[in-house]
């Protein structure tokens, strides 16, 4: 979809997240007037290199190192308090002081008992661990699904708060009393909450108006996703996913806009694939091809520090998340990671029972037996890391990138060489 009434740009992950989405968001930043984060929480991990200077966001949008530009959380984010002032305390040792950012008062505060609440979960579990991060992210959604959730309203109204609080610790007591876990006191969760509260209590405001005031002005709005399509509640790869749904689809009910808010949607590509955490993955491999693709791409989580399992490029997977995520472009990243290796492979369809498919199958244990379908292509030697253009790139370079544009059937407008910001060639000038 191609929407012309407003200038937004929505850039979601279209793997199972770590796709490079903070490093694209950040390069387009430099031309916005606001990016709003729309789902998850500090389950994210987006690096930024600027100059040189490496930084790491999990909550925080990733414009946040320009002055000029609106940060927003919008109300589809679930928000740990204690990790959010962290996080603005690294970045301010890290001297960024001057920033502008807005969190919703209908997002949700994520408290002490979900994260404890995750790990009880992922140890009690059996077959269908997920590995998640444990940053307590399924909880907190499930708190808000069943109504229990505490919003940051909520949080500046203290008599409803303290009033909240108490009536979930009723229930989360009883259960890690059920599981031997050890109780939260009230006072002591109440005190560190409040703490957080006053030094972000500033920030707190109506988001959906300020985004929306934003989109009637003209302004250039950036969506910055979380995660992945594959690890979308709705169409990734259940129940291996996250809580929430990384999809552009998503954004309107997430941040409180009209259904056509979204003039464009960018997905992030890496040139192979990885993933962390449990689930199936067709296209994985483990061999020396994949201990350097881990070592020069430095394929480990930036949240948790768990090295990624690495995979060749899935068409496929890709095809899907284009289709369930409208997109309209496509950003490769990391394809300097790939020079050197002699020949490369793109799995365009899978082989299930026998009959070859084109799309990604629901069920969990077809899923389990997908056998990929490769294209080989070869490789290109070259250095990449300075090109300057896509005509600069080595031939086998180009081939590449035009095969997933055939399979994927999505325009490559854009690609990534390195981790610095400099390093990334917008091929079609997206965001004007
Ligand atoms: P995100 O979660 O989608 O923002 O991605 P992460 O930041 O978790 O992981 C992407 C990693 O690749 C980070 O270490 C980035 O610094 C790095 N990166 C991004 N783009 C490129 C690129 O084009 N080349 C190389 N070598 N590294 C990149
Ligand atoms: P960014 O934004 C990669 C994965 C976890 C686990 C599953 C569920 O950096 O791309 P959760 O803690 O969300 O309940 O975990 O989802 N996961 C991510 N993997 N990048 C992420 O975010 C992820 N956020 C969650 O590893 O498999
Ligand atoms: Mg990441």
């Excluded at 919003?151 to 609080?165: T, V």
């Excluded at 029972?353 to 070259?382: C, H, R, S, V």
């Amino acid at each position: 979809m191609n929407n012309e009434k407003y200038n937004s740009l929505s850039v979601v992950g279209t793997q199972w997240g770590d796709e490079g989405k903070g490093k694209i968001t950040n390069y387009l930043s430099l031309k916005a007037d606001m990016v709003v984060r729309h789902q998850g929480g500090n389950n994210a991990g987006h690096s930024i290199s600027i100059d040189g200077k490496k930084y790491s966001l999990h909550l925080i949008p990733s414009g946040i190192f320009n002055p000029s530009v609106k940060n927003v959380m919008a109300n589809g984010m679930v928000i740990d308090p204690l990790a959010l002032v962290k996080e603005l305390e690294i970045l301010e040792s890290q001297g960024i002081k001057d920033y502008q950012l807005f969190i919703s008062d209908r997002a949700h505060v994520l408290m002490p008992y979900h994260i404890r609440l995750d790990g009880m979960y992922e140890e009690l579990k059996g077959f269908r661990k997920i590995g998640t991060t444990k940053k307590g992210i399924g909880p907190a959604y499930v708190d808000k699904f069943s109504r229990d959730g505490i919003r940051f309203a909520d949080l500046l109204d203290d008599e409803l708060f303290q009033n909240l609080l108490k009536d979930n610790l009723l229930i989360k007591n009883k259960i890690f009393e059920a599981f031997g876990k050890e109780k939260f006191c009230f006072e002591e969760v109440y005190e560190k909450i409040i703490s957080a509260r006053e030094k972000i209590k500033k920030f707190i405001t109506d988001t959906s108006l300020i985004v929306h005031e934003a989109l009637e002005n003209g302004d250039k709005v950036l969506f910055e996703g979380a995660q992945g399509v594959l690890l979308c509640i709705d169409h990734g790869t259940y129940p291996f996913v996250t809580s929430s749904s990384p999809t552009s689809s998503s954004i309107p009910v997430n941040v409180g806009i009209p259904l056509n808010s979204i003039s464009k949607t960018l997905g992030v590509v890496k040139s192979y694939s990885t993933r962390v955490g449990k689930g199936a993955f067709p296209t994985e491999f483990e061999n020396k091809i994949s201990k350097k693709i881990r070592e020069i791409g430095n394929e480990f989580g930036t949240t948790t520090g768990r090295p990624r399992r690495i995979g060749w490029f899935d068409a496929n997977l890709v095809r899907h998340a284009a289709r369930v995520s409208g997109l309209t472009d496509i950003s490769v990243t990391l394809l300097d990671v790939l020079s050197g290796i002699d020949k490369l492979k793109i799995c365009k369809s899978y082989l299930l029972n026998g009959k070859e498919i084109k799309y990604l199958p629901a069920g969990e244990t077809d899923f389990n037996n997908l056998k990929p379908i490769y294209i080989n292509l070869p490789g290109w030697k070259e250095d990449i890391t300075n090109v300057k253009s896509f005509d600069e790139l080595p031939k086998n370079a180009k081939k590449y990138l035009l095969k997933i544009e055939e399979l994927t059937g999505v325009k490559v407008s854009q690609f990534s060489i390195g981790p610095d910001r400099n390093q990334t060639i917008d091929i079609n000038q997206l965001f004007k």
